[in-house]
C-alpha cells in the first residue's frame, strides 16, 4: 500500500474567492509502524559456519576477503573467543554507524517522505538520512568519513535503491560490523535494495564493494518483521544504568551486580 505525501499548496481563484488546494506528490509506500530484525545479530547468516552466535567462540562467517583482511579478522576472532575484543559499542554513547546500524536487536521505525528516508533504531543515537530529492552524491572534496556516511537514492516502484559512501573506517577503531570482529576500510561503497517482500517482511539487500578489503561484492540481506499494532517505542542509550563497562588498556567486558561491584575477573590477571 502506498501513502500520498502532501508535498505543497497552490492558492487558486475560483468565483472571486480564494482557497488552498492540496497538490500530491508521488506515491511512497507505507513503511509506518515497530519492526523487528529476524535472527541473531551475526551479520552474514548465509555464511556463517560454526554453531552460535557472534559471541560464541568457533562461530565467524566468510566475506570474500584479501590475505590482509582475512588476517586482521582472524586476529580480532581470537580476541573474540578470548573475550576480550574491544567492540565500539560496548563503550556506550558512539553511534552504530552503517551497515551495522542494519543488524540490530533493537526495534526500528522508518519515516519515509518523498524527499527523505529515515531509519531509526531504538537505541539512541541512531538514525541514517538517505536523500531521495533527485540530488547526487558530493564532490570528493565535499565528503569526509561519518558513522552512517552519505547516502542518496531513488525509488524502483516500491523499492528504495540507495548508495552510501564515506564510512568511518573499521580500522581506526571507530566501527565493526558484528561481535565477530568483521571490518571495513574508507573505501566501503554499499548499494541497499530495500523494501517489504511477498511476505509482508522488510528486506534490506546490501551489496558491498571495498576495494582495500574485498577481492568481490559481497552481498548481504537483513529481515524485519513488523511488530504488532500499537507497539511503542521507548528511547534509551546504553551508557544509562551500563553494567558492561570495558577495561580499556585489555579489553575485558566486565559484568557489574545489582551491588555495584564486578562478579567476573579477567582471566589475564
Not at 543488524?103 to 519515516?111: I, K, M, R, S, W
Not at 519515509?112 to 531521495?132: A, F, L
Not at 544509562?240 to 551486580?257: A, K, L, Q, S, V
Request: glycine residues 10%.
Amino acid at each position: 500500500m502506498k501513502t500520498a505525501i502532501l508535498h505543497r499548496t497552490l492558492l487558486i481563484l475560483l468565483g472571486g474567492s480564494l482557497f488552498w488546494q492540496p497538490v500530491l506528490a508521488q506515491d511512497t509506500p507505507d513503511w509506518s509502524g515497530v519492526w523487528g530484525m529476524q535472527g541473531g545479530t551475526i551479520f552474514d547468516q548465509a555464511t556463517r559456519t560454526g554453531e552460535g552466535g557472534s559471541t560464541t567462540p568457533g562461530v565467524r562467517e566468510h566475506p570474500p576477503y584479501n590475505e590482509e583482511f582475512e588476517a586482521i579478522y582472524l586476529a580480532n576472532l581470537a580476541l573474540r573467543d578470548a573475550g576480550v575484543f574491544p567492540d565500539p559499542n560496548s563503550y556506550c554513547g558512539i553511534p552504530t554507524g552503517f551497515p551495522r546500524l542494519m543488524n540490530l536487536p533493537d526495534v526500528y521505525e522508518f519515516a519515509v517522505t518523498d524527499k527523505q528516508v529515515w531509519i531509526i533504531s531504538e537505541n539512541g543515537p541512531n538514525i541514517m538520512r538517505i536523500y531521495t530529492d533527485g540530488r547526487t552524491q558530493p564532490p570528493a572534496d565535499d565528503l569526509w568519513p561519518t558513522h552512517t556516511g552519505s547516502s542518496v537514492g531513488h525509488w524502483e516502484g516500491d523499492t528504495l535503491v540507495f548508495e552510501t559512501l564515506s564510512l568511518h573506517s573499521s580500522e581506526g577503531g571507530t566501527t565493526i560490523i558484528d561481535r565477530t570482529g568483521l571490518q571495513l576500510s574508507d573505501a566501503a561503497r554499499i548499494v541497499t535494495r530495500m523494501g517489504i517482500n511477498a511476505d509482508g517482511q522488510m528486506q534490506a539487500q546490501m551489496t558491498i564493494e571495498d576495494a582495500k578489503a574485498l577481492t568481490a561484492p559481497w552481498v548481504v540481506t537483513k529481515q524485519y518483521r513488523k511488530l504488532p499494532e500499537g507497539t511503542r517505542v521507548f528511547d534509551y542509550a546504553c551508557n544509562e544504568n551500563n553494567r558492561n563497562p570495558i577495561d580499556p588498556n585489555t579489553g575485558w567486558t566486565y559484568t557489574i551486580g545489582p551491588d555495584g561491584q564486578i562478579m567476573d575477573i579477567n582471566p589475564g590477571q
